[in-house]
């Protein structure tokens, strides 16, 4: 990857706008710059600072919710990348790591994680391929259901 897009343009098609990067809730940064890349913390499907739901996947919150919400979360993601540098100057995303609050026998990870690479591939086309891991956990922050965090390239020059 070394080509640049006009991101920002295409959320903008696409009807959506970035939110305001969420607050960490312990003693980390929202993302890092490390050379080319930029990684980001976990984020979590914060609203204007508020969990849209709590729960298991599975139990609590359908899978259907859960994938919406993986989406609140990859926009939160973003916006954390862009509060280090402009989402412009983004070749692509490379690794999405997704966590799902699940319910006991719950194996719908991947599906959850669909809404994250879904979106990603709506704003980035080929250059939103990546790389990815869907993983099940018990419990995480707040009782929220999905937790998404990802690493992204930053274009030659930049």
């Given amino acids: 990857m070394s080509v640049m897009g006009n991101w920002t343009a295409r959320l903008t098609e696409l009807g959506v706008e970035l939110p305001e990067v969420a607050k960490p809730l312990?003693?980390?940064?929202?993302?890092?710059?490390?050379?080319?890349?930029v990684h980001t913390a976990g984020q979590l499907p914060l609203v204007?600072?508020?969990?849209?739901?709590?729960?298991?996947?599975?139990d609590d919150v359908d899978p259907d919710t859960a994938r919406r919400m993986a989406?609140?979360?990859?926009?939160?993601?973003l916006a954390?990348?862009?509060?280090?540098?402009?989402?412009?100057?983004?070749?692509?995303?490379?690794k999405v790591v997704g966590f799902v609050a699940s319910?006991?026998?719950?194996?719908?990870?991947?599906?959850?994680?669909?809404?994250?690479?879904?979106?990603?591939g709506e704003v980035f086309g080929?250059?939103?391929?990546?790389?990815?891991?869907?993983?099940?956990?018990?419990?995480?922050p707040m009782g929220a259901?999905?937790?998404?965090?990802?690493?992204?390239?930053i274009a030659d020059g930049h």
């Fill in 26 to 37: 312990a003693s980390y940064v929202p993302a890092v710059r490390s050379g080319n890349h």
């Fill in 48 to 58: 204007s600072g508020t969990l849209s739901a709590t729960g298991k996947v599975g």
């Fill in 71 to 77: 989406r609140i979360c990859t926009l939160n993601a």
């Fill in 80 to 94: 954390a990348v862009n509060s280090v540098v402009e989402l412009d100057s983004l070749a692509g995303v490379v």
């Fill in 103 to 120: 319910a006991e026998g719950f194996t719908g990870q991947p599906s959850v994680l669909n809404g994250a690479s879904e979106l990603l």
């Fill in 126 to 140: 080929e250059s939103g391929a990546h790389a990815r891991s869907a993983v099940g956990v018990a419990e995480l």
């Fill in 145 to 153: 259901p999905v937790e998404v965090e990802l690493i992204a390239e």
